[in-house]
């Protein structure tokens, strides 16, 4: 082999070497916002939306669908699914993780996310409204055991 192709060998060798390293290195997190704000801020209206989406309501007067009637509200709808999908990750992000049974909520809310993405994709408001169940439950359950009062 030549020096030159040794050389070469060598240095992507060295190059690839570098790149595993850079992977493998931890990223520092620069967190914004505590898990109670990521919950208020982010969380919240997103699951509000969702909700505020879903179901029917049911008067002396009669009653109305809450489905969105157009592609915008749909939208809307899609984009606060994925905020949901997201913000389970970032519920997982060290500095945030409370545990084995916090992970799995976190992942079930990004489960639960991409539900509520689908159903308002398929503009499906039964799906969006099982879905919008879903994420409910996900968060009755995660408060139930790490809420903690003296945030409020």
Same mark, same amino acid.
């Given at each position: 082999?030549? /020096?030159?192709?040794?050389?070469?060998?060598?240095?992507?060798?060295?190059?690839?070497?570098?790149? $595993?390293?850079?992977?493998? #290195?931890?990223?520092? @997190?620069?967190?914004?916002?505590?898990?109670?704000? =990521?919950? &208020? !801020?982010? /969380? &919240?209206?997103?699951?509000?939306?969702?909700?505020?989406? #879903?179901?029917?309501?049911?008067?002396?007067?009669?009653?109305?669908? /809450? +489905?969105?009637?157009?592609?915008?509200? !749909?939208?809307?709808?899609?984009?606060?699914?994925?905020?949901?999908?997201? %913000?389970?990750?970032?519920?997982? /992000?060290?500095?945030? #993780? %409370?545990?084995? $049974? !916090?992970?799995? @909520?976190?992942?079930? =809310?990004?489960?639960?996310?991409?539900?509520?993405? +689908?159903?308002?994709? #398929?503009?499906?408001?039964?799906?969006?409204?099982?879905?919008?169940?879903?994420? @409910?439950?996900?968060?009755?359950?995660?408060?139930?055991? @790490? !809420?903690?009062?003296?945030? $409020?």
């Amino acid at each position: 082999m030549s /020096l030159r192709v040794t050389c070469c060998v060598l240095g992507l060798l060295a190059s690839a070497c570098q790149r $595993d390293a850079e992977v493998t #290195a931890k990223p520092a @997190y620069d967190l914004a916002m505590n898990s109670h704000q =990521l919950m &208020e !801020w982010v /969380l &919240e209206p997103a699951a509000d939306i969702v909700w505020d989406s #879903a179901g029917t309501i049911i008067t002396a007067e009669g009653h109305r669908e /809450l +489905a969105p009637g157009t592609d915008a509200g !749909w939208d809307k709808v899609v984009r606060a699914g994925a905020v949901l999908r997201e %913000a389970g990750n970032l519920l997982m /992000l060290p500095g945030r #993780a %409370a545990g084995a $049974d !916090w992970l799995e @909520y976190s992942q079930a =809310l990004s489960g639960a996310g991409r539900r509520v993405m +689908a159903a308002a994709n #398929a503009q499906d408001p039964d799906a969006l409204f099982d879905a919008g169940g879903h994420v @409910y439950q996900i968060c009755r359950a995660c408060h139930d055991q @790490y !809420w903690v009062r003296d945030e $409020d």
